[in-house]
């Protein structure tokens, strides 16, 4: 089955600083989607960025980059110049072909402050 | 619409009674799914629907939970007898139909969620 980890549950930096927030996953399949979805205390799911795993070029949207490592099986996302509206829970998800159908497979989710 | 419109916001039902929620994808979108976040955070996939048919209902917990998406209605979430381990924030998500076959590579968009308390 396809996992996702998130291995730190909770990160604090100072704005404008970069900080980088780590994602693994685990699966068999070859072609997939990975993303970044940002949770305020608002609780929306924002999409923050998506990355196809056929694609050897990282992501990037503004601020926010991703460095997807393929044979690693790592997804960590940058931000960059990190603004106090930056902060809420992200998650990263793996989106493939599970048992023949469409899912998003999601960690447990990173805990993002940003002081000023 | 051009957003995902879940109703109502917070629900609050004792314990046994009935809830239900409601769902409308943004139009155009041909995939609706379901999710459960519990307090630790945690996403469950609970069903989705490609257009009215169910796509995938591997999450559903069988007995109490049920789903609909019908034609020209806004999709539903309805839970029977409910317990206290189904508060949570369930979120509706849609995408567009996209990719080869059933398979759709189009991201999902995420409605603002409906908390549902138990007492």
């Known amino acids: 089955a396809q996992t996702v980890t998130q291995s730190q549950p909770e990160m604090s930096v100072q704005e404008a600083e970069t900080v980088t927030l780590s994602c693994t996953y685990d699966?068999?399949?070859?072609?997939?989607?990975l993303f970044w979805y940002k949770q305020p205390p608002s609780r929306q799911m924002i999409l923050v960025i998506r990355?196809?795993?056929?694609?050897?070029q990282n992501a990037t949207e503004n601020r926010f980059s991703v460095n997807f490592q393929k044979a690693a099986k790592s997804f960590s996302l940058k931000i960059s110049d990190s603004q106090l509206g930056d902060t809420a829970m992200y998650f990263c998800?793996?989106?493939?072909?599970?048992?023949?159908?469409?899912?998003?497979?999601f960690g447990q989710g990173t805990r993002l402050t940003i002081n000023p | 619409g051009e957003e995902v419109a879940q109703t109502p916001k917070h629900l609050v039902r004792g314990e046994g009674q009935k809830a239900k929620l409601y769902c409308a994808p943004i139009?155009?979108?041909?995939?609706v799914f379901w999710y459960q976040q519990v307090l630790k955070n945690e996403f469950k996939f609970l069903i989705s629907?490609?257009?009215?048919?169910?796509?995938?209902e591997t999450g559903m917990p069988k007995e109490r939970f049920s789903a609909k998406c019908l034609p020209n209605s806004p999709c539903s979430l309805e839970i029977q007898a409910t317990k206290l381990e189904d508060s949570a924030v369930y979120f509706c998500?849609?995408?567009?139909?996209?990719?080869?076959?059933?398979?759709?590579?189009?991201?999902?968009?995420f409605g603002d969620g409906t908390r549902l308390s138990i007492l």
């Open positions: 998800a793996f989106m493939g072909l599970i048992q023949g159908a469409q899912k998003l497979v």
């Open positions: 998500a849609s995408s567009r139909l996209g990719g080869r076959g059933s398979y759709s590579n189009q991201p999902q968009h």
């Open positions: 699966t068999s399949e070859n072609n997939y989607y």
């Open positions: 629907f490609q257009n009215e048919n169910v796509f995938d």
């Open positions: 139009k155009g979108h041909s995939y």
């Open positions: 990355q196809e795993a056929y694609k050897q």
